[in-house]
């Protein structure tokens, strides 16, 4: 009992001492991946607005909104305007242990700027015949290759069909962020659409691209302009994180 004694103090002092710490649940890797960067502005809006602009501010405010939460770290392919090559940003979600893989984009329809609102996208399956930078479903009436480098297009069919496993995961998220989005801005469409961008083409994550929304539209241009807008799609994507993995689970 002597021996014992001194043993049972020191448990009692580690515990109380361990008491007023808060407990911290293991931390889930979510990829954010502003779109466009540095040499690349990708889509411009009639007042100007730079979708690589829009983009590093939505994945800034995501970063800041998922880790409020306690339950993610974030991991940026960039945090400042960059250009950095597709296959490097899946080379980044790779090294990095990303457990998820979300890419932001927000196109620009000059010849129908009465097209407006958010979607998501999942990679196609299987790749079309016509090309691995053709999207798979024209659902909007015209080609939409926001993701796609046309100049590294050789590069989309290996990482395509290096792994397809993702696919229901993938598919499981983007129906969340559909769900969450409906309920805080404009939607394209209500289900989520297909397209064979590189960014989607993960060989270690379920990947999902949100079009935030179309530059080319001046009441889209104007909401991804306002920092409250962006606020609320922040929010609304993080539920959605939330809602994939299950928060019952942290």
């Known amino acids: ?58 994945g800034l405010a995501l970063r800041r909104q998922l880790e409020a939460t306690g339950r993610y770290r974030v991991v940026m392919t960039r945090d400042d305007d960059r250009f950095v090559p597709l296959p490097d940003r899946l080379e980044i979600a790779s090294q990095n242990g990303g457990e998820l893989f979300v890419s932001l984009h927000a196109d620009s329809l000059i010849t129908a700027p009465e097209v407006n609102g958010a979607s998501v996208y999942t990679l196609a399956r299987p790749i079309p015949a016509a090309g691995p930078a053709h999207l798979a479903s024209n659902e909007n009436g015209a080609p939409i290759l926001a993701g796609a480098d046309s100049s590294r297009q050789e590069e989309i069919a290996p990482f395509g069909l290096a792994r397809r496993d993702n696919g229901d995961a993938s598919l499981r998220l983007a129906e969340l962020v559909v769900q969450e989005l409906n309920g805080a801005t404009r939607m394209l469409k209500l289900l989520p659409m297909q397209a064979n961008f590189v960014v989607l083409t993960s060989r270690d994550a379920p990947s999902v691209l949100i079009e935030l929304g179309y530059l080319s539209n001046p009441a889209d241009e104007r909401a991804l302009a306002d920092d409250a807008h962006i606020a609320r799609l922040a929010i609304a994507i993080t539920r959605a994180v939330d809602g994939y993995f299950g928060t019952e689970s942290f």
């Open 1 to 58: 009992m002597r021996r014992a004694l001194p043993l049972l103090i020191g448990t009692v002092l580690l515990l109380a001492a361990c008491a007023g710490k808060p407990y911290e649940p293991h931390q889930r890797i979510v990829v954010v991946d502003p779109g466009h960067g540095g040499v690349d502005p990708g889509a411009i809006g009639g007042f100007g607005t730079l979708e690589k602009d829009v983009t590093l501010r939505m």
